[in-house]
């Protein structure tokens, strides 16, 4: 599609040379990704060299749009665009793809005048756009455009044209969509994650869009699991060694939390506090914050799943205490984590 730049084909073979004794499949490899890699170099030199001013403006005609973003491309550039499309969906900006050979045969009812049109081809000149483009112009639907030729059809009717820079495929016919599928595709996202900080997208809100699997579950909160009010292990200050432990049998957690008189948290003692205490005489006649750990790691029922396994997990502890206000509201065992599919 772009014409082969033998200067990047150099600096390929310079920085990833042949390996030793390499299979013919791992040395085209290697010049493949190098060659994307040179091209998407010449992406972010674009961006810093004039495209950002045509960037920042299609980030605010998206951001300003009532409706949605519609993404079209024919052929390679209508599938990366449908992942565009979806990449925009699950990060707040509201997408869908319209396939513009269908579009002209009724598929354009999905386009409405408070929608974008986000439409990729490398040419800007592919047939079956130019329905799409009328009807965008004919409606004043906004037209943002992605193509590697400004002075495209599609580049001159857009409202913004994002140029992509003239690089070489990765392909040794330069033919084959490659490199310049790894720009669409690269820009399409810059475009979602500018969107996404743009508006303060949280974490909270992508957990909405991925409820299913491992990322949805990384996603949850603490206190969809955590166990309260009476569940949880609880003793004051000053309360017997002996009644700590008959706690700590009761609730099955390993530990028990300590308490002040005002129901912040002073510390908790666990299983292998009485283990290394076990030899004691005076063990039962203790009282519990002779043996507990003050100011243990907490955190807040906001805290994600995610981020309470990777504290677990690296502090060695199965039991997370959550807090609000300095008052123990919940208890997180690293057994729950495990259950709810977050590991």
């Known amino acids: 599609m772009a014409p082969a730049d033998s200067a990047s084909a150099q ?9 030793r004794e390499a299979s013919p499949a791992v ?31 299609a980030v ?6 009532r409706g949605r973003v519609i993404l079209t491309g024919m052929g390679k550039s209508g599938h990366i665009g449908r992942k565009i499309a979806a990449t925009f969906a699950s990060t707040g900006t509201p997408a869908l793809y319209v396939h513009p050979a269908e579009a002209s045969h009724g598929d354009l009812g999905m386009v409405q005048p408070e929608d974008v049109v ?13 329905d799409i483009i009328g009807y965008a112009r004919r409606y004043r639907v906004g037209l943002i455009a992605i193509t590697a030729n400004a002075g495209s059809t599609l580049g001159r009717e857009s409202d913004v044209c994002l140029t992509l820079p003239k690089a070489r495929e990765a392909c040794p016919n330069g033919l084959a969509p490659t490199t310049s ?53 609880v003793v004051a200050r000053g309360t017997p060694m002996r009644a700590a432990i ?3 049998d009761a609730k099955g957690f390993g530990a028990v939390l300590v308490v002040e008189a005002d129901g912040r948290l002073a510390g908790i003692v666990t299983d ?71 590991a």
């Open 60 to 65: 605010a005609r998206i951001a300003g749009a």
């Open 27 to 57: 040395a085209s490899a290697l010049r493949t990704i190098a060659t994307e890699r040179d091209g998407l170099g010449c992406l972010m030199e674009s961006i810093g060299n004039g495209l950002g001013e045509a960037f920042t403006a």
């Open 272 to 342: 292998g506090d009485l283990r290394r205490n076990v030899f004691r005489s005076d063990l039962d006649s203790l009282a519990v914050e002779a043996l507990m750990t003050a100011h243990p790691r907490t955190v807040n029922p906001e805290t994600l799943l995610a981020k309470a396994l990777e504290i677990q997990e690296s502090m060695k502890i199965t039991s997370l205490i959550v807090v609000e206000n300095e008052r123990p509201v919940g208890l997180v065992h690293y057994h729950d984590l495990l259950r709810s599919g977050v």
């Open 246 to 248: 008959a706690e700590i």
């Open 181 to 233: 599928t790894a720009m669409q595709l690269a820009l399409g996202d810059a475009l979602a994650v500018a969107l996404l900080e743009a508006r303060g997208f949280s974490a909270r809100e992508f957990s909405i869009y991925h409820p299913g699997g491992r990322l949805g579950a990384s996603l949850r909160q603490v206190r969809e699991v955590m166990h309260a009010g009476g569940q949880m292990p």
């Open 118 to 130: 986000l439409a990729l081809s490398w040419s800007g000149e592919t047939t079956e756009l130019a």
């Open 11 to 19: 600096r390929n073979s310079a920085q990833f040379p042949r390996p």
